[in-house]
């Protein structure tokens, strides 16, 4: 089955514990992104990637990384994970550059809920 | 103000009624448009891809006119399983290959 696989569903964690969410898909895409959801802000684009080795910033990238070295895993890391950064996150992915990308909708995980006390 | 605006309701209409979003974008080169379906704390699920011509999927009607940067999508014979937010979505053509998504519009369809 084609999906994109988030963990953990849920997380709750302290201020300044480092913690990663991964994020794995199976349907070969290139484009890979993370995004955070806040009530009444919508979703906003935290890091993508376009190809492996290849990311770049979104939107709200301040107090996460990512990596990509393999093309189906795209990890999101946060550092010292602060309150500010209680959130659902959803990782998506979809073909890429050069496989009508523009064209090409998202496929969305499940979402992990993050909160930070 | 946002890159992509959506009315956020909520819209609360009853079975069989006919309902439209509209959303609109600012950034004139923005290359691809979608509407998503979002139920409650579940993942965006594409609804529709947006064509310049217009396009249609059974009781869903998405329309896009670029010369006033603006979607819409206009759902007909609502049933209650309708009941979801809408987001607009916007793929960005420039400055990156980023996707712009409107902070959604609320359906209640009730009995």
């Known amino acids: 089955e084609a999906q994109v696989t988030q963990n953990p569903r849920y997380l709750i964690t302290v201020t300044g514990k480092k913690l990663t969410v991964t994020c794995s898909q199976n349907m070969n895409h290139e484009y890979m992104s993370w995004y955070r959801q806040d009530p009444g802000l919508g979703l906003r684009q935290i890091y993508y990637?376009?190809?492996?080795?290849?990311?770049d910033k979104g939107d709200v990238p301040e107090g996460y990384k990512v990596s990509r070295k393999e093309k189906r895993n795209f990890p999101l890391i946060l550092e010292s994970p602060s309150p500010n950064q209680t959130s659902l996150y959803f990782c998506?992915?979809?073909?890429?550059?050069?496989?009508?990308?523009?064209?090409?909708?998202?496929?969305f995980g499940n979402g992990t809920r993050l909160t930070v006390t | 103000r946002k890159e992509v605006e959506q009315d956020p309701g909520p819209f609360n209409v009853p079975e069989g009624a006919t309902v439209a979003f509209n959303c609109t974008y600012s950034n004139s080169a923005s290359q691809s448009f979608f509407w998503y379906r979002q139920d409650c704390r579940k993942e965006p699920k594409l609804l529709m891809s947006v064509y310049s011509s217009g396009n249609e999927d059974g009781r869903f009607t998405a329309q896009l006119n670029r010369a006033s940067q603006y979607i819409s999508l206009l759902i007909r014979d609502s049933k209650l399983s309708d009941s979801a937010t809408y987001l607009c979505v916007v793929n960005r053509g420039t400055g990156g290959f980023k996707t712009i998504f409107g902070a959604g519009t609320r359906l209640f369809v009730k009995a």
């Open positions: 998506a992915s979809s073909l890429g550059p050069g496989q009508d990308y523009y064209n090409s909708p998202l496929h």
């Open positions: 990637s376009m190809n492996v080795e290849v990311t």
